[in-house]
């Protein structure tokens, strides 16, 4: 993972990466997600090209890739996506590209629903996991 600064770039790329797992994660994704992968572990719902079929539905690690809030942020159960505390894939391969993350007003309104949702989430589990939270809609 990449800190943001207020100087990352990002846009995304359309590459797929984000939505094709390594073959050491794929039984344990196929559960997380509840339907099987293609044979190169690409999702199932990934198109040829590299759009998502169920855009609509995706789950919520799905919306928020490749970034992701802190840790400590989410233990309180306020989940943080400001500039030290927002996180980045360093796979990504949009990392570099397009406008200031943080002058990205879209993308910045996005992060904001879903730190609401997370938040949201978190109050309402009794126990569980980080899959649980993220891997559902």
């Given at each position: 993972?990449?800190?943001?600064?207020?100087?990352?770039?990002?846009?995304?790329?359309?590459?797929?990466?984000?939505c094709?797992v390594?073959?050491?994660?794929?039984e344990?994704m196929?559960?997380?997600?509840?339907?099987?992968?293609?044979?190169?572990?690409?999702?199932?719902?990934?198109n040829e090209?590299?759009?998502?079929r169920?855009?609509?539905?995706?789950?919520?690690?799905?919306r928020m890739?490749?970034?992701?809030?802190?840790?400590?942020?989410?233990?309180?159960?306020?989940?943080?996506f400001?500039?030290?505390?927002?996180?980045?894939?360093?796979?990504?391969?949009?990392?570099?590209?397009?406008?200031?993350v943080?002058?990205?007003?879209q993308?910045m309104?996005?992060?904001g629903?879903?730190?609401?949702?997370?938040?949201?989430?978190?109050?309402?589990?009794?126990?569980?996991?980080?899959?649980?939270?993220?891997?559902?809609?």
């Amino acid at each position: 993972m990449h800190l943001v600064s207020e100087e990352t770039r990002w846009e995304c790329q359309r590459c797929g990466n984000c939505c094709t797992v390594p073959e050491w994660g794929r039984e344990n994704m196929k559960m997380l997600l509840g339907h099987e992968l293609q044979p190169n572990g690409r999702c199932f719902y990934l198109n040829e090209k590299n759009m998502c079929r169920n855009y609509s539905e995706r789950p919520l690690i799905c919306r928020m890739h490749p970034f992701h809030p802190d840790k400590e942020s989410l233990k309180i159960g306020k989940p943080d996506f400001s500039a030290g505390k927002l996180l980045i894939s360093k796979s990504c391969k949009g990392l570099g590209c397009g406008e200031k993350v943080f002058r990205n007003r879209q993308l910045m309104k996005k992060l904001g629903r879903i730190a609401e949702e997370l938040s949201a989430k978190i109050k309402t589990m009794k126990s569980g996991t980080l899959q649980e939270l993220f891997y559902t809609r």
